[in-house]
C-alpha cells in the first residue's frame, strides 16, 4: 500500500491502473495492489456475471436512435458518476445501472430511460414477511409463527393478517414458499373486510410443496391488511418469504 499526494494538475483519481486500485480513506489517496480472486464463484456471482452478459447484449440490440436518447439523458439531467465529480454517466453505463434490477427481478428490458429509473416494482409492503418473529401480524385460531414460518394446523376457518395498503384494480407481484402441507388444500388471500382481496384465478389457489410460488395479481378490492384465509379440514402447512410489491 503506498499514500498519493497529488499535485496542482492531477488532484484526484479513483479506480484502477494496471494490477493497482485507487482507493479514498481518512488518510488520504491511496494506491493497493489488486487482490487476486481465488476459488470458485458462488452461485450469486455467475448470477450476476450472467445478467452483465444479457446487459451487455441488451444495450447493443437497441437501435442508434434509442442509444442516443441514453447517451443524452444522463447530460440532461445531471446523473453524474458515485465520486461526486460532476461527470456525467455514459448511456451504457446509465443502461447498466437501470437495467440489473429489472433482469434481476424476472422482468424484460425496459427502454425507455425515464420509465426504468423508476425500475419495476414499488416498495414492500409485507413488514415481516420472513416471519424472524410475530411482529406485525395478527393470528387468528390455529395460526402459529416459529421457527421463520407462519403455520395453520387443525380444523376450522381462521385469518392470520398484516397492515398493507392496496389499492383496487391495481397489478401486483405476490411471492411466496410453501414450507410444508400435509395435504392438498386451498389457499385465500382475503381483505380487511373478509373478502377475496384478488381476483379469479388468485381468490382461491390451490398449492402443493415444497415450491416457490411467483404471481402476478389484480387487486378485486381496496384493502388495508392482507389476509391469509385457511378454511381446512386436518390440514398442516407452513409458509415463508412473503412478499407482495406493487407493479409499476
Not at 108 to 120: L, M, N, R, T, W
Request: charged content about 15%; hydrophobic content about 35%; glycine content about 8%.
Amino acid at each position: 500500500m503506498a499514500v498519493l499526494k497529488f499535485g496542482s494538475i492531477v488532484t484526484e483519481g479513483s479506480g484502477s491502473l494496471g494490477g493497482h486500485t485507487i482507493q479514498h480513506s481518512k488518510g488520504g489517496m491511496q494506491i493497493r495492489t489488486k487482490p487476486i480472486p481465488h476459488g470458485n464463484p458462488s452461485a450469486s456471482q455467475l448470477a450476476i456475471r450472467s445478467i452483465n452478459k444479457q446487459l451487455q447484449q441488451g444495450w447493443q440490440d437497441l437501435t442508434d436512435a434509442q442509444r442516443q436518447i441514453w447517451n443524452l439523458w444522463p447530460i440532461k439531467y445531471d446523473l453524474c458518476n458515485k465520486s461526486g465529480d460532476h461527470r456525467p454517466l455514459s448511456g451504457h453505463d446509465l443502461w447498466m445501472k437501470y437495467q440489473f434490477i429489472y433482469l434481476y427481478e424476472g422482468f424484460p428490458f425496459q427502454v425507455d430511460p425515464s420509465k426504468a429509473a423508476a425500475g419495476p416494482l414499488g416498495p414492500e409492503l409485507i413488514l415481516n414477511g420472513t416471519f424472524d418473529n410475530s411482529d406485525y401480524w395478527t393470528l387468528g385460531a390455529n395460526w402459529t409463527i416459529s421457527d421463520g414460518t407462519i403455520n395453520f394446523a387443525n380444523i376450522g376457518i381462521s385469518d392470520a393478517y398484516t397492515p398493507a395498503t392496496l389499492t383496487i384494480n391495481t397489478n401486483y407481484r405476490l411471492k411466496f414458499d410453501v414450507v410444508k402441507c400435509a395435504n392438498v388444500t386451498r389457499f385465500s388471500f382475503y381483505n380487511n373486510i373478509g373478502g377475496y382481496l384478488f381476483k379469479a384465478p388468485y381468490n382461491v389457489y390451490q398449492f402443493l410443496p415444497p415450491k416457490s410460488y411467483t404471481l402476478f395479481v389484480n387487486t378485486l378490492t381496496a384493502s388495508t391488511r392482507f389476509s391469509l384465509h385457511a378454511r381446512s379440514w386436518t390440514v398442516i402447512w407452513s409458509l415463508d418469504n412473503i412478499s407482495l410489491k406493487q407493479l409499476l
